[in-house]
């Protein structure tokens, strides 16, 4: 017996290749990302042992990615501050400590006062196409549900806190 290759395989099962295209919405470039994360650590195994191992080491590799790993696209902040609405109070922190080190040596600060990032207001996968003007019109006029994009069928909001 021989085994097919993994792309015909993967056909067979229905599952679509895809070579991360941007606008397409089967790409998850927040997973690419988590994954190149992974792969990159520095205690990723060439090989598991088992299946209790690869779930093992996930396990501590999720809990580091949650709650100590700062992520750019959320303000050098954890997924877990974000998810558990702490963003703002560990923002308002950081600035608390650039104030104080900007009013201790402002030649340091060429720019002026430092300013933490802020979380962006939405993420998106493909973000909306705005309407042309009088497509406006008429869809003001439907009524909508607490998602604003919810006649985008590729739209997948991710909103950070309150």
């Not at 290759?5 to 056909?11: F, V």
Request: charged share 20%; proline share 10%; hydrophobic share 35%.
């Amino acid at each position: 017996m021989t085994s097919k290759p993994t792309a015909l395989l993967l056909a067979d099962l229905g599952v679509t290749k895809t070579h991360s295209r941007p606008h397409v919405s089967n790409d998850n470039p927040y997973l690419e990302a988590q994954f190149k994360t992974l792969k990159y650590r520095p205690d990723y195994p060439t090989r598991f042992g088992s299946q209790q191992d690869a779930r093992a080491w996930a396990h501590t590799f999720f809990d580091w990615y949650n709650h100590e790993h700062h992520h750019a696209g959320l303000a050098l902040l954890t997924p877990i501050d974000v998810h558990f609405h702490r963003a703002q109070v560990v923002l308002q922190k950081r600035q608390a400590v650039l104030r104080a080190a900007y009013e201790k040596t402002p030649e340091r600060f060429v720019k002026g006062p430092p300013v933490p990032a802020q979380l962006p207001k939405a993420v998106w996968i493909n973000p909306p196409v705005q309407p042309a003007t009088t497509d406006r019109i008429i869809m003001s006029s439907i009524p909508r549900n607490e998602n604003e994009n919810s006649h985008c069928a590729s739209a997948v909001p991710v909103s950070f806190g309150g």
